[in-house]
């Protein structure tokens, strides 16, 4: 590290610039830019206006079974090894680019970014230490995240055989509710602007009038 | 002229139309293919080879193509990017995936991400 080439420590910057705009933690720079961890809070507090997140990074493989983090932590290992095998880049490059076709394809189907890119990283990290495997679902062909050593054969994956609250979180139910009520509204006659914000008393409808029998009854 | 005769004459000529107007359809979308593949690969080689799944041969020879020889290319009677699905089970059930909270989109992504690469054979 004596003789510091300038064009490569350049090279390294925008390099942990790109991470940390991928939403990269302290411990993944340190790991990837070969920068000082000073330079790189400098570079973190600049870019993003705040110091970087303190503590450890996740440690659990078990995060990546569950059954939402699988479908998305697949989905993104599955497009890592094309470009790892194929594509021809170094480890961090094709983490960054498999990344971001991932983030791509889940801002496409308005989908909530569930994989960040420290976890994305965490992954390849496990896949190397040889705690995941990837196992060939037996209905779909698709290869998923699975802990190392787990029975491969008949393997059924969270998608082909969905547990039984599966994507029934508070948040779809909100999302169903809302979207019942907009249709509720554009049932209504187009004539009468919003009944809510003009003062114009509206036509009785049947809806109504059970409304203010149960508030004469109150 | 008997109406037997009329129909004969008619149906061929019809028959021209429409495949020729097909073939057009065929070489256009030959056409897009090669031009959307070349730029996806000018663009970022990686990537453009995921996107596609292509091997890095076929990623090189499909970038360096000219002009002159993607129309050649082009100007057949044959498709030149195929299916990305082999297996017609697994489409059928992508296809009818009724359940509507589970996403069918991720499921689709995922089994091709996960397929063999194309190769150059």
Redesign the interface.
């Known amino acids: 590290m004596a003789a510091k080439s300038v064009v490569g420590e350049v090279r390294e910057i925008t390099r942990a610039i790109e991470l940390i705009e991928l939403g990269a933690r302290l411990q993944l720079l340190e790991a990837e830019t070969g920068l000082s961890r000073d330079r790189l809070i400098r570079l973190y507090k600049e870019l993003k206006g705040v110091s970087p997140p303190k503590g450890m990074l996740p440690f659990s493989t078990d995060w990546f079974t569950t059954w939402q983090p699988n ?2 932590s ?2 993104f290992y ?2 890592y090894l ?2 790892k ?5 170094d480890a961090i ?2 983490i960054v ?2 990344y ?2 991932y983030l791509e ?1 889940v801002r496409l ?1 308005g ?1 909530e970014v569930v994989l960040s890119l420290t976890r994305a990283w965490t992954l390849v990290r496990f896949f190397d230490s040889g705690m995941l495997q990837m196992t ?1 679902c037996s ?6 995240v699975a802990h190392a050593h787990d029975p491969r054969a008949g393997f059924v994956c969270g ?2 055989q ?1 547990p039984s609250r ?3 979180t508070r948040k ?1 139910s909100e999302q169903v509710r809302a979207e019942a009520l907009h249709a509720l509204d554009n049932m209504l006659p187009p004539a009468q602007p919003s009944p809510r914000q003009t003062d114009t008393p509206a036509p009785v409808t049947p809806a109504r009038r059970r409304s203010r029998a149960a508030s004469a009854a109150l | 002229m008997s109406e037997a005769t009329q129909r004969l004459v008619a149906t061929p000529g019809k028959v021209m139309s429409h495949s020729s107007e097909t073939l057009d359809e065929i070489q256009e979308v030959n056409q897009s293919y090669l031009l959307l593949a070349q730029r996806l690969l000018r663009e970022d080689r990686a990537t453009g080879m995921a996107r596609m799944g292509v091997s890095a041969p076929l990623a090189d020879l499909l970038a360096d193509l000219t002009l002159a020889q993607t129309g050649k290319l082009a100007a057949s009677n044959q498709l030149l990017c195929r299916f990305r699905f082999d297996d017609h089970a697994v489409l059928s059930m992508l296809a009818d995936k009724a359940d509507a909270h589970v996403p069918a989109h991720p499921h689709a992504a995922l089994v091709t991400a996960s397929q063999p690469v194309q190769q150059t054979a």
Do not use: E
């Open positions: 479908i998305h697949s989905l599955n497009i094309f470009i095998q194929h594509g021809g880049c490059q094709s680019k498999s971001r076709l394809h189907q989908d060939r209905r779909c062909s698709g290869h998923f998608l082909c969905p599966a994507g029934k779809a």
